[in-house]
């Protein structure tokens, strides 16, 4: 993890812990949310953008759960299958498509498993529910192999290994779950995750490798859910 990700991490983790002081102390902890103090679960589909990875174009679906813990405090996880294309992947390898000359067998596949603790936030009206989380999990990806014409005409084929082992993320969340008429909610957010990775990408034509140990991707979700008890 470079100096820039343990600062932004630090600061998140920071502003985590002032907000859930700062509405302690001035509101208490008496469990006031937008789900009421229930077991909820829901799903979401949004958006991810990846930030030192080439790979883009990520579509997510996923599935969430959180149990009340204490007052406004609860604990939450959240499974995410993300698909992404992997035409630019050539690129860690040094190869140069402009873009245009690449194909995949199929889009790359990314299954992401959080879990986290949060705090319900008491800011604004009440209906409005935002909250802040933070946590830990891991990801498992299977990137397809890539083919093409460098821009010099030069065929290659890149085989991508990202899965032999488990990626780990640390990441932080933030979000507002909106009443919807008991005991239905929706909810909008935005999520960043840390991912400390291995992936060694190889143009089998060439010999020319390339690395990924780190990126971060941003989530943007709407999603629905229910109270359930």
């Given at each position: 993890m470079t100096h820039a990700h343990c600062?932004?991490?630090?600061?998140?983790?920071?502003?985590?812990l002032l907000a859930g002081g700062l509405t302690s102390h001035a509101f208490g902890e008496e469990p006031a949310r937008a789900d009421g103090g229930m077991i909820s679960a829901g799903i979401r589909r949004g958006a991810a953008w990846f930030v030192d990875n080439p790979i883009d174009d990520g579509?997510?679906?996923?599935?969430?759960?959180?149990?009340?813990?204490?007052?406004?405090?609860?604990?939450?996880?959240s499974l995410d299958f993300i698909l992404f294309e992997t035409e630019s992947i050539p690129g860690v390898a040094g190869i140069d498509t402009a873009g245009e000359n690449a194909s995949s067998e199929g889009p790359g596949q990314m299954t992401v498993l959080i879990v986290s603790m949060g705090r319900d936030l008491r800011i604004g009206p009440e209906w409005f529910g935002p909250y802040i989380q933070i946590g830990v999990g891991m990801s498992i990806v299977d990137a397809?192999?890539?083919?093409?014409?460098?821009?010099?005409?030069?065929?290659?084929?890149?085989?991508?290994?990202?899965?032999?082992?488990?990626e780990m993320i640390p990441g932080v969340q933030i979000g507002s779950r909106i009443e919807w008429g008991s005991p239905w909610f929706m909810e909008i957010?935005?999520?960043?995750?840390?991912h400390i990775a291995d992936w060694s990408v190889t143009d089998l034509a060439s010999g020319r490798t390339g690395h990924i140990d780190e990126y971060t991707a941003c989530n943007m979700f709407v999603g629905f859910g229910k109270s359930l008890w």
């Open positions: 600062h932004v991490l630090r600061v998140l983790l920071a502003g985590f579509r997510v679906v996923a599935f969430h759960v959180r149990h009340p813990v204490y007052g406004l405090w609860y604990a939450a996880a397809r192999n890539v083919q093409g014409v460098s821009v010099e005409g030069v065929p290659f084929t890149v085989v991508t290994d990202a899965d032999d082992k488990p957010g935005l999520r960043y995750d840390y």
